[in-house]
Each structure stands twice: as C-alpha cells, then as structure tokens.
C-alpha cells in the first residue's frame, strides 16, 4: 500500500509540472503573439510626420514623443525591440515618420540619418500666440510676408477646401467679423518646414497637427453642447487668463456661469485682442470699446466674443472640455500668477484691495 501513495504522488507531481511548463508555454505564446502585434505599424495613415531628435536624445528617450505622435502602439513592445536588435547612434535632424511604419521601419529610417529636406525652416510658434504673431514669425523665417499670411487667411476658396478636409473647421471661421478666419486653429508647436514650402501648404502642415491633437477629444467635443469653435474661443481666453491646469478648469467654469446668468465674461485680454493690441501696451479710455471680441463691453454680455483670440495650448482645450464646476463667479490674478476664485463682486473688490496693499496687483 505504501508503494502505491509513492506512485500516486509522483504522477501528481508530473502532473503539476507539465500544467506549470503549458501555463509557461501559454504565457510565451502570449507574450509573443502580443510583441509581434505592438511593433505593427499604428494605422495606415501615410502622411509625413517630420520627427525632430534634439542634441542627446537616445532611442529611450524619444520613446513618449513617438507614442505621443501615434507613431508606435506601445512604448514597451518599443523598448523590447531595442534590446532584441542592433541601433545605431541617433543622429541630431528631423526624420520623416509616418504611422503607417513598424517599429522596425521606424528603426531602419533612423539608421539611415535626418532628412536635410526637412530642416531648412524650422518655426516655433508659442502657446497662445496669436495670428498676428505667427504672420511676424513667419515672415522673418521665410520668403512670405506678413500680408501674404493675411491674404490667404480671407481666401474663401482656401477656406472651403479647408472647411471640407477637417471635421474640426467649419463655416463659423468666414463671419464677417473675425479678424482672422483661423485663430485658434493653428497649434502651437515647433514646426519644420521645407525651403521650398508653399505658404498653403505650411497652413495645411499645422492643421494636420492640431487635427491629431484634437482627435483625442473628438467623441467629448461632439457629446458636448459646444462647438469646437466655442470650445477654442474659450480656450484661447483661458490660455492667458490662467497658468495651470486647475486653475484653466476653474476660469472655464467661473465664465459658463457668467454666460448661465446672462453676464459678460468680462475678459481684459479679449479687450486687448479686440483692440488689436498688445498686453503690455496701454488701452486707457478704450476698455469698454465695442467691437465682436470686447466681452467688457455690455453688447456681449451672455455671450462669447466672435472668435478665439489665439491659439491655446492643448492643456487649455483639455480644461475647457473637461472644467471645473464651480459656485465662483469672478477671478483675479496677482503677479506672480496666483488665481483667487470668489463668488460675490465685494469679496472680490476686497481681494483685489489686499492684492494693491501687499504690491501684488497687476496695475
């Protein structure tokens, strides 16, 4: 009888092994199957992604600017592809991508060094700058002027082509009354452009980009009872109204609020941009000027002002969709851009008074 319990206990264990080595087997195989499936190529999208590898970047270190770019699936199925096969050294340049490449194709472009092409103009637009700034920026890096980018800007054709290629445009960017159809809608990035670049072209190169970093937002945008282009508008006020996320999601709040209740948003930066000047520059006498974007002025009160005022940064588009409710109904900031939220006009005033007593308010 003891022979027999010695038998039965060793084919359990044969048993167990050989359940343990096909769990092992199994995890293997998925682990493979996966491996093979995150180094696909991310969609079949074709268009050029210029990818720029600054001084000291290493194939690790680029890893969340290629997954940020929908260039690879998984930045770990990346990583193990590195370990499993020879890399070169990066080279410093800017590297045609597209999505439509594996990781081994995006490795191989790599290996074969920067495309010259693509680094002749190379523009950094920041965030919240306006149109007038870009056309600046754009003429002293190019051969076009500043009117050439205000031309194009009124071309209506240029505008419908525009219009029937992106699902974020729409006709709201030809009102009469905008003073540049697409503020708002030009992302601001660092941008490479080829010498040779058609001024159309270089547009088409940003709008690309602000339609990737708006798909992310597509199904909460089209859920909401915003137009993208009221969702921009908004964005843009918040992008200088306010210097962090939280602070952006409770500014949004605060101004639908004011909106619910008939009030305007009393914005000084939309005065600033309705009256074409800069924040630094003096607006004495003019505060209350109407115009389409001055949100002082009692003609907009309840309402938004036309158009965006600049192009916000992704950060303010986020916290412009997903903002904060709130009770409070006015914000101020002090110079060092801490934002105080209250919900009455005297705590307000009293803010603003212990802000001039402590020689940190923003003359």
Known sequence: MAKKRVISKTKV??????????????????????????????????KVVPFLVNEN???ITIVDDLKEKDLIRSALAYKIY?????TDKLVVGVYPLKQNMSVKDIIETFKKGPDDSLTNTKITFNEGINVRKIASKIEENTKYKKEDVYNLLKDTKFLDTLINKYWFITKEVKNKNIYY?????????????KKDETLENMILIILNNMEQKLDKYKSAIQKSKHTVHEILTLASIAELEASTLKDRKNVIGVFYNRLNRG??????????????KELTESITGHVYDQNAYNTRNTSLNGK??????????????????????????????????????????LEHQQIIKKLKDQGLWNA
């Open 82 to 86: 590195l370990k499993l096969n020879k």
């Open 13 to 46: 264990i044969r048993f167990i092994v050989i359940l343990l080595l096909l769990l092992v087997l199994l995890s293997m195989l998925f682990s493979f199957v996966w491996y093979k499936v995150n180094i696909k190529k991310v969609n079949n999208n074709d």
């Open 263 to 276: 009030m305007g948003l009393e914005s000084d930066v939309t005065t600033y941009y309705g009256l074409k």
């Open 57 to 59: 970047d290493t194939y």
């Open 304 to 345: 938004l002002p036309v158009g965006p005022i600049g192009n916000p940064s992704i950060e303010a588009i986020e916290a412009t969709i997903n903002y904060e409710k709130n009770n409070y109904l006015y914000f101020v900031a002090d110079t060092n851009k801490k934002v105080y939220f209250t919900k009455t006009y």
């Open 181 to 193: 159809s697409l503020e708002g809608y030009l992302f601001p990035d660092t941008y490479i452009f």
